[in-house]
């Protein structure tokens, strides 16, 4: 059989990181497998390394994995903690670990298209559990995968927003701030929850503003997308008329209970 070469990416890593990738990646190499480093942050691979720790690096890598959407993902990162599909590797790079997962037998030997059931995760969502499968369906079809490091605002409060976000992996927190300047947090959110809906849907500023709390896989769904999927499809937005007017309800309570706090300690 001959021998099948492999092209390795590394985003976000610095010369010295990438030096010694490459001298992994000929290790790693043998009469079945050849592994070459991408010259190139944009070069099309079978393996992608990312820096999970650099945001810079994680913007790189949500652009360019939609290009490259079967590629082998390996995510390297001071504390990997977060629940995901992707292989994940601790920072700074220890050869013997890198090559484990690039070594014939390790879980990045044969890059596969990396399949994930997004609707199971909306049909178990507060905001589209009424929705059919179907509908479901349709709704990933218009969406991406959006990959963020701890630490990372997702959006602002008052700032202008057309996305909202399905929380696959990772949890977030959604603040305000109040008139003394304050942080109050309205919550956290993990898998399953959705945030960022408001303002998705009146096309006007965000309500709050909400940061990841540790590494996140997001699903984002554009407003330019949903809006005609609501209007080709009224039982849907029936539904989540009726969802969202709930959640209103409960918001209510929540920033009732809230302002009885703000009172009491000050």
């Keep these: 059989m001959a021998t099948r070469s492999i092209t390795v990416n590394a985003i976000g890593f610095l010369d010295k990181d990438r030096r010694m990738i490459r001298n992994i990646l000929s290790v790693a190499s043998n009469k079945d497998y050849s592994y070459q480093l991408a010259t190139a942050s944009g070069e099309v691979a079978e393996v992608v390394i990312v820096n999970a720790d650099d945001p810079v690096a994680m913007t790189v890598w949500n652009d360019y994995r939609q290009t490259t959407p079967d590629a082998q993902i390996i995510l390297a990162s001071t504390v990997p903690q977060f629940a995901t599909d992707y292989t994940c590797i601790k920072r700074p790079i220890i050869a013997s670990q890198l090559h484990s997962v690039l070594a014939p037998g390790g879980s990045a030997r044969m890059p596969e298209a990396r399949v994930i059931q997004k609707y199971e995760v909306l049909a178990k969502s507060f905001l589209f559990r009424n929705l059919s499968t ?21 959006f602002e409060a008052a700032a202008a927003g057309e996305e909202m976000f399905v929380v696959l992996n990772g949890r977030l927190k959604v603040s305000i701030t109040n008139r003394d300047g304050r942080e109050i947090i309205l919550g956290a959110i993990g898998p399953g929850e959705i945030v960022g809906e408001i303002a998705m849907l009146d096309g006007r500023g965000r309500s709050a503003t909400a940061t990841t709390l ?6 984002v769904i554009h407003r330019h997308d949903f809006m005609p999927f609501l209007e080709q499809n009224p039982k849907a937005a029936i539904d989540l008329i009726k969802v969202l007017a709930l959640r209103l309800r409960l918001n209510t309570e929540q920033l009732a209970e809230l302002i009885d706090e703000d009172e009491i300690l000050s």
């Excluded at 179907?134 to 997702?154: T, W």
């Excluded at 540790?214 to 699903?219: A, G, I, Y």
């Design 134 to 154: 179907a509908h479901l369906e349709k709704i990933v079809g218009l969406s991406r995968v959006m990959l963020l490091p701890a630490q990372q605002v997702v």
């Design 214 to 219: 540790t590494p996140c896989e997001l699903l």
